[in-house]
């Protein structure tokens, strides 16, 4: 999955740049694990992930007016925890 080391402090978790990716990469894997087995992940004063279904339905083209048919779909959802929220609603 990888991601940029860079915005993390790995000196104060005592971490190599390799270990802080490989830990990161653990974490990750592990939240889609469980999001594909549907369950729900919440982390502690961070927020929630679960899965969100959609139903098939009835559509409209906006060009054409058409009526198409749009096919049940799955996305993953995020919802912030309070702590979170507050960080950034101050």
Do not use: H, W
């Not at 993390?8 to 939240?31: G, Q």
């Not at 054409?64 to 929220?85: N, Y």
């Amino acid at each position: 999955m990888g991601f940029n080391v860079n915005y993390v402090n790995t000196t104060s978790l005592n971490l190599s740049k390799a270990d802080a990716e490989r830990t990161f990469d653990t974490i990750t894997n592990t939240i889609l694990d469980a999001l594909k087995g549907d369950d729900t992940v919440k982390i502690a004063g961070f927020g929630t992930y679960k899965v969100a279904k959609r139903k098939a339905r009835v559509g409209r083209n906006p060009r054409t007016g058409e009526q198409i048919q749009i096919g049940a779909s799955q996305k993953v959802k995020f919802l912030p925890a309070k702590a979170l929220k507050e960080i950034f609603n101050k």
